[in-house]
């Protein structure tokens, strides 16, 4: 399989008045023809600033990024020809303008005949089920409708290779399943279709990507599919608490001899916090149950687990990543 995409201990970093951030520290990744590659990382991981280096937008500090065999900084008018990208939660074209006039002007813009672009902007209106707001200005449309046209835009010029920047970003979860579907069907039926996508949603990650890399303070600190990075962690045992408390301190786990991370999730609408705890073997639960009732938290449920990317990145990192109240996210 040849390479879409190949990165070479890629650096970038960043410097402020008083503070420097390597946004990204010596990444070095390999992509293949066909392939849906997904980022997954926390905020601030360097996500977006490695899909901003690959798509010429910013200049590396260090290292080496090749798209579809083009160097992005010696050659970055070759690689603005073969790629899109697509920002979640970003505005797509000109609010007083109607979707379709909308893609009419980027198919313009891409240098689309006019029998070509009517064509295509037909397809994709119809593909992505946005017919019925054909005439609708852009700025009148929701977040779902919005990222539709701004996917549809992207798809628009038949790229090479797809960029997409936390695509389904504060979409519902109806919303997220399609376009995620239609990515995937996208990436399969193209000769050429590469998709490079970023998450911090997990779910979304094991659900589209051939491969996924996890992202952490600029490292990459594993990359494999799905199902080999969870395997990975079959001699782990994962135990799910629900507790009565959404303020308890449970810093003590970590502490703990045998346990290798945790996570938490607060919900304020029931006001329960959910632990996800990995440990090393079986009989550490019970002393951490122990502890809990010690600090007279009520229990709800424990559940064993199957491993998911998130027990993946916990392993890694010792916490989860989606800590904090608990999403409306797919
Ligand atoms: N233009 C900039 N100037 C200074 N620092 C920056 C700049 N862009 C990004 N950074 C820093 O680089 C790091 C990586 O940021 P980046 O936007 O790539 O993260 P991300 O993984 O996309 O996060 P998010 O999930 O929040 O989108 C962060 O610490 C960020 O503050
Ligand atoms: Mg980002």
Redesign the pocket.
Known sequence: MSQSIETRDLTRIFKGKSETVKALNKVSLSIGEKEVFGLLGPNGAG??TFIKILTTLLLPTSGEAHVDGFNVVKEADKVRKIISLVSGGETPGYGILSVRENLWFFSQLYGLSSAVAKEKIKGLMADLDFEEYANTRMAKLSTGYRQRLNLARGLLSDPKILFL??PTLGLDVLTAKKLRSYIVDWAKKEAKGTVLL?THYMAEADEMCDRVAIIDQGRILACGSPNTLKENLKENQIMKVETASIQADFGFIDKMVGVIGYSQTRNIQTGTTTLKIMVSDDEIFSKIMSELEKAKLKILAVNKTEPTLEDVYISLVGRGFEEGEAGTHA
Do not use: H, P, S
């Open positions: 996500k977006t920047d936390e970023t």
